[in-house]
């Protein structure tokens, strides 16, 4: 954990957001007249790729999904 006062954090803004994207600090304290005022840390990414497949097995496919598809194309307008 780093600490530094208001003046320091908004002159070294981008050097915090580097520090913190390499993992070299996991927060920075920014503190206002030597009290913590704020706590600044990095935004874990979610996965995307372990998003893929999450419901499977979780419901079924009625067999006539696809029975209405061209209503609904007429619907909107992209067939005649």
Do not use: H, Y
Not at 21 to 29: D, N, P
Not at 58 to 70: A, G, Q, S, Y
């Amino acid at each position: 954990m780093c600490q530094m006062n208001v003046l320091e954090a908004k002159t070294n803004f981008s050097k915090i957001i580097a520090m913190l994207e390499r993992g070299e600090e996991k927060e920075v304290i920014v503190a206002r007249a030597g009290k913590p005022a704020v706590r600044i840390t990095w935004i874990e990414q979610e996965d995307v790729s372990k998003r893929i497949g999450v419901a499977e097995g979780k419901f079924t496919v009625p067999d006539d999904i696809d029975e209405c598809n061209d209503e609904i194309a007429r619907m909107f307008g992209m067939i005649d």
